[in-house]
């Protein structure tokens, strides 16, 4: 699908389709109870003493829990899930838990590398790339007039590998300036039927799933 949209276009609303799904009831499995404990363990060292910039953790237990109705409803079109943005990579991780086929872009070394870690100390099996999760060619989408701290079409972006319209679900917690954009990045991007998962701290965390236009 092309990025590329004209002025009109990109003014018209996003016709994404907001989903409301049933509480997860249940309670979390022992096993990933033991990998959470230790993926905030491994976060609060390393968060200890720096300057953490970007890196902000979601509510992992929320995520697992909207995740695991996902899969036992039958929502997604298909298992291809993708975390932009993926830090610490425990989101990534909790998916592929759930039977998704999980990869997750991070723009920062140091993070790629801890994620790796934590989830080949569990044998979870993921895949994590360094680089831009926005696809070249991305600019018709976002407004040239607004500053995005965190969000870089840069920095080895791996589009000619994977592309948004790879994946089913797409998962991000993007900053309260960012939402936008982080929704037109979808709307642009994704196939009809994939759903956007979106984080925005406490008990807020949204589903939107792309409609045919």
Known sequence: MSAKKSLDEKDKPIPLVDLTLPPDGDSLPHDVRSFL?????????????RRIGGFMPSDFERVYGVLRTFTAGNVASGNQFCEWGSGFGVVTCLAAMLDFDACGFEIERELVDAAQELAADFDVPVEFI????????????????DAFTWLHTHEGSSVEEFGPADFDVVFAYPWPDEEQLTAALFDCHASAGAVLMTYHGGEDLRLRQKSAK
Not at 38 to 49: M, P, T
């Open 37 to 49: 404990r230790e993926a905030d363990r491994r976060i609060a060292r390393y968060c200890r003493g």
């Open 130 to 145: 360094c680089g831009s999760f926005i696809p070249s060619g991305s600019e018709a989408c976002i407004d040239a007039d």
